[in-house]
């Protein structure tokens, strides 16, 4: 006689058939049930103290975008060494080096006017799958570094005014955003900005002011606060989702050796993806 058979959510497809428009997985919650972040047409906000596991994630929307078959991605990482691995299947990669960071987002919202010109023309509002138009994932691990420590204070602040309007523009050009900070602090994390961000990830904070500023302003009084998350459990985070309550979730971890396999696999099944004329161009190449 067959065993009765618990009922599975549908396998989410990895590798050529992974699309950006599917949900990524993200980890479970505190009652084993999996959780998945709909990066497509979210933007993601990753913050917590040094250590608390915040790369865990990052690598996964990483992973996610790289090996998505209808995205690209450009990845901002100042420290190199974050998404360094996934730098072969990126379109571009930016170092410690503002002139770089500047001209790469200048590009980033010249396509994004362009692709709200041809909604315009189209009478369309936003882009779905069945456009099949690359999605474009810029990732940005450590936002703090380009906002306040590199360039000059015309450079800082041309940043977060281009930053800002990726964040608030991209989501129906396709473009989605993640960005991650070690400093949730009003000055690098206004509210006005971290209000565009749909999906939120609070790591471990030393204070509720902390957890508040990503989360959202009183969660920690009502017992949603990340200070509460033991050192002991790095890539345990609150998760917050637009409208939502915060969920207690433990983050899927990508060993150093899976992200290089999966990042090997990525910047393999890119290589032909880039010049294939019918996948269309490099979207922010020369
Ligand atoms: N999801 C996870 N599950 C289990 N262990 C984890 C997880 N995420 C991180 N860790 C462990 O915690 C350590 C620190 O994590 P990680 O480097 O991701 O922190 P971080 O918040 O990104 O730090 P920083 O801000 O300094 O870059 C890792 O080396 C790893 O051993």
Redesign the pocket.
């Known amino acids: 006689m067959a065993l009765p058979t618990t009922p599975q959510p549908a396998p989410v497809p990895v590798g050529p058939n992974l699309s950006m428009f599917d949900p990524a997985f993200a980890?479970i919650d505190e009652y084993g049930t999996p959780v998945y972040i709909p990066l497509a047409y979210r933007r993601l906000l990753i913050a917590?103290?040094?250590?608390?596991?915040?790369?865990?994630?990052?690598n996964l929307a990483a992973a996610h975008a790289s090996l998505a078959a209808d995205a690209r991605t450009v990845l901002f990482d100042g420290?190199l060494v974050?998404l360094g691995p996934w730098e072969d299947s990126a379109d571009e990669f930016v170092g410690a080096d503002m002139d770089h960071a500047l001209v790469t987002l200048r590009r980033l919202q010249t396509v994004m006017n362009n692709r709200y010109a041809w909604l315009l023309a189209h009478g369309r509002r936003k882009f779905t799958r069945a456009d099949r138009v690359k999605a474009i994932c810029s990732i940005f691990?450590?936002i703090a570094l380009y906002a306040t420590v590199l360039g000059t204070r015309e450079q800082q602040t041309e940043f977060i005014t281009l930053f800002r309007d990726l964040v608030a523009r991209g989501r129906a050009a396709a473009m989605p955003v993640i960005a991650?900070t070690?400093r949730p602090s009003i000055d690098i994390i206004p509210k006005s900005l971290r209000d565009l961000f749909g999906y939120r990830a609070a790591?471990r904070c030393t204070s509720s002011g902390s957890s508040d500023i990503i989360l959202g302003d009183g969660w920690s009084h009502a017992g949603f606060c990340a200070t509460t998350i033991r050192p002991t459990l790095?890539?345990?985070c609150y998760l917050i989702a637009e409208g939502g309550v915060p969920r207690l979730i433990?983050?899927?971890?990508l060993t150093d050796a899976d992200i290089a396999t999966l990042a090997e696999f990525a910047a393999w099944a890119r290589a032909g993806d880039r010049t294939h004329p019918h996948t269309g161009p490099t979207v922010v190449a020369a």
Request: charged letters at 30%; a negative charge.
């Open positions: 980890g917590g103290e040094p250590d608390a596991g915040k790369s865990s994630l990052v420290k974050e691990d450590e991650a070690q790591f790095p890539g345990v433990k983050v899927a971890y």
